[in-house]
C-alpha cells in the first residue's frame, strides 16, 4: 500500500471520502453518551451483509467522534500473528508492523481472550515513528470475539496523550456494537447450542436477531426515560423477552440490607412475601457475588442456601446476577431467574451482560441529566439572584452617588427604600421622621397604599412600641411573628414578620427606616444582613449630607469670618502706629456696617451709672433718639444692662416696643446686638449694632459681629501695648542719653586733675633730683602708675561711649582678611614669645568693619594676655555656619577662668584676675558684647582654670 504525499496529507485524503457532508445520525452522534452511539450502531448493523460494512460504519463513526486518529481492524492468524483487513487510512508495511506486530501476538491475544477493552494512554510501542507528525501518542485495543475467531479493533491517537472517560466510552460502544455486529453476520459458522431445550429459551441461532431487534427497542426507550427504576424495569422487559419463563428482580443495598426496587414476572405467591420484607446481605450469595466481584455471576441450579433463601430459590432452574455499575461502582444487582434449567452459553451471558452495561449506561445518563436538569435549576436560581443583585449594586452605586453630592433626606430615603425593595422583593419598606411630634412616613414603597399609606403619613406617637423600641437598643431590631395590636400599628395585620433601623440626629431620635413582609414570620440571615447594610448605608449617607450642611454652613462662617480678618488686617496696617482707642473702634463700627444691612453702630463706656456714646457710625435716623443717646443711657436702658451684667452677647430679631422704647422714638429699630468689649480680660464698654429691618441673627451673623469685636479686643489690647512700649521707650532713651552724657561729662572732667597728677609728680621728682631716696621713689612710682591706670580707664570709658553712638556702616567684610591684619598688629608687641596661630575658614559678613576689627582685636589680645605664662601660645580662630547665621570662636592655652563667674566676664569694670597678675580696664569685654548685640549676634565664654579659654560671638546672615 503506497503512501503519497506528507503524512498529514495522506491521513487528510484518506479521511475525506468518509467525512463528506454529514448525516444527521454523525451530527447526534457526536454529541451522544456513548450508549446512544451504541443504540445507533446496533441500529444500523442490522442493514450490514458484510463484515466490510460493518468495519467502515465503525470506522466511520470513530473518525466523527475522535478526530485525528487512525482506526485498524485485524484478526489473529494463529503463530503468524495478526493480519490487517481495514484501516481507517493507507498504512505503509512498516506501519502495519510497527502498530501491531511491534507488540509481541501473544500480548495482544491476551488482551483479546481476556474480553477487556485496553488503553494505552501514556504513548504506544506499537505507535509507527514514521506516524503523521510523528505524534502518535495514545491507543486503544477493543477485543472482538465472535466463535473461535479472535479480532481487534484498535485506534491510534496522534494528538492526545491521554483519553478522557467520554472517549473511552465512545471506543467501547462502538467496539460493542460492531461485536455483536460481526456475531450476527458470522452466527451461521460459529453458533453451538448443546443441552439446551429449544421450546423455551431461544437458542443461540435465534438470539442474534431478536436481541439486535430488542436492543434496538430497548435503547430507543432508554432514551425516553429518565427515572432510574423505570429504565430498570424496561431492561427487565427485554431480559424476559428473550428469557421467557421466569421473572426478573432489582436490588439495592440499604443498611446492610437486600431491598427488591423493582419486580417484573411472578415468582411463586409463597415467595412474594419474602421478596418484600427483604433479605440480609449474607443470605444472598448470588447478590453478594455479583456485587463484591462487578461482574456477573450464573448458575444452573440453585445453589445449597440457608433458610429463608432456600425457600426463594427452590423453584428456580437457572439463576444469574448482573451487577449495574455506574462510574465502575454497584449501585444495584439485576437477578434473572428462569423456572427451568439452563446452561448459560457465552452468547447469552454477552447478551445479559451487555444488557446491563446498556442499563448501567442508561442510568448513568439519567443521573448525569438529572444533574444538569439541577444545575440547570440552579444556574436559573443564580442568574436571577445575580440579576437581583445586579439591580441592587446599581440602586447602591446610585445611592452611593447621591450620597456623595448634595442630597435631600427625602432623596436618600428613597433610594434606600428602591435597594430593599430590588434586594429582598417581597418586602414593603417606610422612612419616618419626626413632625409635629408625630412619627410621619416621608417615603413609602408603592406597595403600601390606602388605609395604611393613610394612617402612616398621618403619623404614630412617639410612644408607640414599634416606634419607641428602637431607640431604646440605639440599634436595628427584628420583630419575628409580627403582631399589629402589640406592635401599635394600625393596618399591619396581614404582615409576618417587622424590622426597623433607628437613626439619631444630635443623639437625639431623628427617623426611622421600616421594613415589614406578608410572605413569612421570621426573617432569614440573609434578610437580616442586607437590612443591616442598607441602614447602616443610609445611616452614613445621612451623616454625610448633614456633615455636608453643617460644611456649607461653616464655609459661609468662615467666608465671612475672613472678610472680617481681612479687614481687620488692613485696619492693623493702616493704624500700625495708632493708639488712639476710640479711632480703633470707629473703624471697627465701618467695617461691621460694611458687612452688614442699612443700619448704625454706637460704642458705649459706663460712667456714673450712665451709658455715654464714645464712638458711632451711621445716622440713627431720629433727632430725639439721638439726642437721648447723647445724653447718656440709663444703666438697664435698652437691654445694655443685661448684657453687661451677663458678660455675652444678648441679640434681638426684632424690637418690641416699650416704655423706655416708645414706637414713635424707636420704632424704625427692627432688630439689635450688644456685644461687650474686653481689653486684657477686662470689660471695658458694649458695641452695639442696629438695623432698620428685621433680622434672624444667624449663626454666620453671630460669628461676624463676635469675630469683628474680638479681633477690635485685641487691637486695643495692642494698641495699648504700643502706647506703653513707646513710653517706655521714650524713658530708656531718654536715661541713655543722659548716661552718655554723663560718662562724656566725667570722662573729661577727670582728665584734668590726672594731668595734674602726673604732672606734678613729675616736677616734684624733678626737683629732688638726686636727694630723691628709694621710699620716696616708690610713693612717687605707685602715684604715676595710678595716673596712669586712670588715663586708661577714662580712655576706655570714652571708647565704650562712642562704640554706642556712633552709627554702623554695614557692608560685606572678610573676617580671614580681617583677622590677618589683627595678627599682624598683635605681633608687634610680641617680641621673645613663641606663637602658634591656627586660623580657618573665616566667611565674609555683613557689618560694620571698623567695630568688628575692635571686637577682633580685644578677643586676640586677651587670648595672648592670658597664655603668655605658657611655653609656647597656642591661638585658634575658626567659624562654623549655622541656619541662620555664622559663630566665630577664639581659643586659647592659658591660665583659664573658673566658669562659676564666667556671667561676670561681658560686664563694664568686671576682671576675674588681680591687677598684679594681668592688667587691664575691664571695658574690652563689655565693648564687645555692646558691638556684637548691635550687630544683632549673642556673645558667651567657656573656661575651666588652668585649661585655657574659648570666646565666640555670632553674627546673623543677611535678609
Not at 385 to 406: C, I, K, V
Request: a negative charge; one cysteine or more; charged letters at 20%.
Amino acid at each position: 500500500m503506497p503512501a503519497d504525499g506528507t503524512p498529514k496529507q495522506q491521513r487528510d485524503n484518506q479521511a475525506a471520502p468518509r467525512r463528506t457532508k454529514p448525516t444527521e445520525r454523525t451530527r447526534l452522534l457526536q454529541q451522544a453518551r456513548p450508549h446512544d452511539a451504541f443504540a445507533t450502531l446496533l441500529g444500523t448493523h442490522a442493514q450490514s451483509t458484510t463484515l466490510e460494512q460493518a468495519v467502515l460504519l465503525a470506522f466511520a463513526l470513530l473518525q466523527d467522534g475522535l478526530p485525528d486518529t487512525t482506526a485498524v481492524y485485524a484478526e489473529a492468524q494463529g503463530a503468524a500473528g495478526w493480519y490487517v483487513h481495514h484501516a481507517s487510512r493507507t498504512l505503509t508495511a512498516e506501519h502495519e508492523h510497527q502498530l501491531l506486530l511491534g507488540r509481541p501476538p501473544s500480548t495482544l491475544r491476551e488482551v483479546t481472550l481476556a474480553r477487556e477493552a485496553y488503553f494505552f494512554p501514556e504513548g504506544d510501542r506499537t505507535a509507527p515513528t514514521t506516524a503523521p507528525d510523528n505524534a502518535a501518542l495514545s491507543s486503544g485495543h477493543y477485543p472482538l470475539s465472535f466463535g473461535s475467531q479472535l479480532a481487534l479493533l484498535s485506534v491510534v491517537q496522534w494528538n492526545r496523550n491521554t483519553w478522557d472517560p467520554a472517549d473511552q466510552g465512545l471506543f467501547l460502544a462502538v467496539g460493542r456494537a460492531l461485536n455483536w455486529a460481526l456475531a450476527r453476520l458470522r452466527a451461521p459458522e460459529h453458533v453451538r447450542t448443546p443441552d439446551r431445550p429449544t421450546d423455551t429459551v431461544h437458542s443461540d441461532a435465534q438470539l442474534a436477531p431478536d436481541v439486535l431487534r430488542e436492543f434496538s427497542g430497548l435503547l430507543r426507550d432508554l432514551s425516553l426515560h429518565a427515572a432510574p427504576h423505570a429504565l430498570v424495569q424496561r431492561a427487565q422487559q427485554v431480559a424476559l423477552s428473550l428469557f421467557p419463563r421466569g421473572y426478573a428482580l432489582y436490588y439495592e443495598l440499604h443498611a446492610g440490607q437486600w431491598r427488591c426496587q423493582v419486580q417484573l414476572g411472578a415468582p411463586p405467591p409463597e415467595l412474594q412475601a419474602l421478596i418484600d420484607a427483604g433479605l440480609a446481605y449474607n443470605d444472598a450469595p448470588m447478590l453478594v457475588c455479583a456485587w463484591t466481584r462487578r461482574e456477573a455471576c450464573y448458575t444452573t441450579q440453585h445453589p445449597e442456601v440457608a433458610p429463608p433463601m432456600s425457600a426463594l430459590v427452590g423453584s428456580v432452574g437457572s439463576m444469574a446476577s448482573l451487577p449495574v455499575l455506574i462510574e465502575g461502582q454497584p449501585v444495584g444487582v439485576l437477578l434473572v431467574a428462569l423456572f427451568q434449567r439452563n446452561v448459560w452459553s457465552a452468547a447469552q451471558r454477552t447478551v445479559l451482560e451487555a444488557l446491563v452495561r446498556t442499563l448501567g449506561l442508561a442510568m448513568e445518563r439519567a443521573a448525569q441529566l438529572e444533574h444538569l436538569e439541577t444545575q440547570r435549576f440552579a444556574l436559573q436560581r443564580r442568574n436571577q439572584e445575580l440579576e437581583e443583585e445586579r439591580a441592587a449594586l446599581n440602586a447602591f452605586a446610585r445611592f452611593t452617588e447621591a450620597s456623595t453630592q448634595p442630597a435631600d433626606v427625602t432623596t436618600l430615603a428613597r433610594l434606600a427604600v428602591e435597594i430593599l425593595r430590588i434586594s429582598l422583593r417581597d418586602v414593603s419598606v417606610g422612612y419616618y421622621t419626626l413632625s409635629d411630634g408625630r412619627w410621619k412616613a416621608l417615603v413609602l414603597s408603592e406597595d403600601i397604599d390606602g388605609a395604611a399609606a393613610s394612617r402612616a403619613r398621618e403619623g404614630f406617637l412617639p410612644d408607640t412600641p414599634s416606634f419607641a423600641s428602637p431607640f431604646l437598643v440605639r440599634g436595628p431590631s427584628f420583630v419575628d411573628g409580627w403582631n399589629a395590636d402589640r406592635e401599635g400599628v394600625e393596618h399591619t395585620e396581614d404582615y409576618g414578620a417587622g424590622a426597623q433601623y433607628p437613626y439619631l440626629d444630635g443623639g437625639e431620635p431623628g427617623g426611622l427606616l421600616t421594613m415589614g413582609t406578608r410572605h413569612a414570620h421570621a426573617w432569614t440571615e440573609r434578610e437580616r444582613l442586607v437590612f443591616r447594610a442598607v441602614g447602616r448605608s443610609l445611616e452614613l449617607a445621612l451623616e454625610r449630607a448633614a456633615t455636608t450642611v453643617a460644611l456649607q454652613r461653616q464655609a459661609v462662617e468662615l467666608e465671612a469670618r475672613a472678610q472680617i480678618l481681612e479687614a481687620f488686617a488692613a485696619l492693623s496696617r493702616d493704624l500700625a502706629f495708632e493708639t488712639d482707642r476710640y479711632a480703633l473702634i470707629r473703624s471697627a463700627q465701618e467695617i461691621v456696617c460694611r458687612l452688614l444691612p442699612s443700619g448704625y453702630a454706637v460704642y458705649y463706656e459706663l460712667h456714673e451709672d450712665l451709658w455715654y456714646p464714645k464712638a458711632q457710625t451711621g445716622n440713627l435716623r431720629s433727632g430725639p433718639l439721638q439726642a437721648m443717646v447723647n445724653a447718656g443711657l440709663p444703666r438697664e436702658a435698652l437691654g445694655l444692662g443685661t448684657s453687661w451684667a451677663a458678660r455675652r452677647p444678648w441679640y434681638q430679631d426684632s424690637f418690641p416696643e416699650t416704655a423706655e422704647a416708645p414706637r414713635d422714638l424707636m420704632g424704625h429699630v427692627q432688630a439689635r446686638a450688644i456685644l461687650p468689649l474686653e481689653i486684657g480680660g477686662n470689660m471695658v464698654g458694649l458695641f452695639c449694632v442696629g438695623l432698620f429691618q428685621e433680622r434672624h441673627w444667624t449663626p454666620t451673623d453671630r460669628t461676624v459681629l463676635e469675630t469683628a469685636v474680638r479681633n477690635l479686643g485685641l487691637a486695643l489690647e495692642r494698641a495699648e501695648a504700643v502706647r506703653e512700649l513707646q513710653t517706655q521707650q521714650a524713658q530708656l532713651q531718654a536715661a541713655n542719653e543722659e548716661l552718655e552724657a554723663f560718662a562724656y561729662s566725667v570722662s573729661h572732667d577727670l582728665r584734668t586733675p590726672v594731668r595734674h597728677i602726673t604732672g606734678f609728680s613729675s616736677l616734684l621728682r624733678q626737683a629732688l633730683g638726686a636727694g630723691l631716696d628709694r621710699k620716696t621713689e616708690k610713693y612717687l612710682s605707685v602715684v604715676e602708675g595710678a595716673a596712669g591706670r586712670m588715663n586708661s580707664l577714662i580712655d576706655a570709658m570714652l571708647e565704650l561711649s562712642r562704640t554706642s553712638r556712633l552709627p554702623l556702616r554695614l557692608e560685606t567684610v572678610n573676617l580671614a582678611e580681617l583677622m590677618e591684619h589683627v595678627r599682624q598688629e598683635c605681633e608687634a608687641d610680641l617680641a621673645g614669645r613663641q606663637v602658634n596661630w591656627k586660623v580657618s575658614g573665616l566667611p565674609e559678613v555683613q557689618g560694620d568693619r571698623q567695630t568688628l576689627h575692635q571686637v577682633l582685636v580685644n578677643l586676640i589680645s586677651n587670648a595672648l594676655k592670658y597664655s603668655r605664662t605658657r611655653e609656647v601660645s597656642r591661638i585658634d580662630v575658626w567659624a562654623e555656619e549655622h541656619e541662620h547665621g555664622w559663630a566665630i570662636f577664639v581659643r586659647d592655652n592659658g591660665v583659664g577662668f573658673d566658669p562659676a563667674h564666667g556671667s561676670k566676664l561681658f560686664g563694664v569694670f568686671q576682671r576675674l584676675h588681680r591687677q598684679e597678675e594681668f592688667e587691664g580696664t575691664g571695658v574690652g569685654l563689655a565693648n564687645v558684647r555692646r558691638i556684637v548685640h548691635r550687630h544683632g549676634g549673642q556673645v558667651w565664654a567657656e573656661g575651666r582654670p588652668e585649661e585655657g579659654a574659648t570666646f565666640g560671638f555670632s553674627l546673623p546672615k543677611p535678609g
